[in-house]
């Protein structure tokens, strides 16, 4: 079975700086496509960044890139200029691109804090 | 807004009750999802519906039901209610399988 792995609980950065979230996972597909989810405090679920499994190149949107390295199974993601509206937690999250279902799993989520 | 739309959004019961929340995904998506965010286990999926028929089955307890109708819309039935039901369920659609889910507001349960 997949997993996904947040090891990083909370985390703080000062405003305006870069601050890098970790997530790791784990599977043996090869195909798959993994997520970044941010729920404010309405919690709404808003889906941040996507990443093929099968591309090589990393996501970017915006101020939000990740780093995407499938030996590693890693995928972290790197938000730029923080901002305050950036506070949230956020979910990394894992879906199959070749099983018959396409739920997704979900890390534990790490809690973003935006110091003015 | 995602176009996805749940009610009620908020539900205060007690225990061994019974609820349905109700879910209307976007216009023109098939495809339906329910999650579960609770403090204990996190988000994790319950259960999938595709263009009326179940498709695929999470860890979805057997007190909880769900189903999609023909127009659509699906509801999922919580019956017996423990406190530790207590959670935010979420709805998602998506226009098709393997596409972009949208998720709904979400329907915060809290069974007393």
């Known amino acids: 079975a997949q997993t996904v792995t947040q090891s990083q609980p909370e985390m703080s950065v000062q405003e305006a700086e870069t601050v890098t979230l970790s997530c790791t996972y784990d599977t043996s597909e090869s195909d798959y496509y993994l997520f970044w989810y941010k729920q404010p405090p309405s919690r709404q679920m808003i889906l941040v960044i996507r990443?093929?499994?099968?591309?090589?190149q990393n996501a970017t949107e915006n101020r939000f890139s990740v780093n995407f390295q499938k030996a590693a199974k890693s995928f972290s993601l790197k938000i730029s200029d923080s901002q305050l509206g950036d506070a949230a937690m956020y979910f990394c999250?894992?879906?199959?691109?070749?099983?018959?279902?396409?739920?997704?799993?979900f890390g534990k989520g790490t809690r973003l804090h935006i110091l003015p | 807004d995602s176009g996805v739309t749940q009610t009620p959004k908020h539900l205060i019961t007690a225990t061994g009750q019974r609820v349905t929340l109700r879910c209307s995904p976007r216009s023109g998506d098939l495809s339906v999802y329910w999650y579960q965010q609770s403090l204990d286990q996190g988000l994790q999926f319950l259960i999938q519906?595709?263009?009326?028929?179940?498709?695929a089955k999470g860890n979805i307890l057997e007190r909880f039901s769900a189903q999609q109708f023909p127009d659509l819309h699906s509801e999922l039935n919580l019956s017996s209610l423990e406190l530790g039901d207590s959670a935010l369920y979420f709805c998602?659609?998506?226009?098709?399988?393997?596409?972009?889910?949208?998720f709904g507001p979400g329907t915060r349960l809290t069974v007393l």
């Open positions: 990443q093929e499994a099968y591309k090589q």
């Open positions: 519906y595709y263009n009326g028929e179940e498709r």
């Open positions: 999250a894992y879906r199959s691109a070749m099983n018959r279902d396409d739920k997704i799993i």
């Open positions: 998602a659609s998506s226009v098709g399988l393997q596409n972009e889910q949208f």
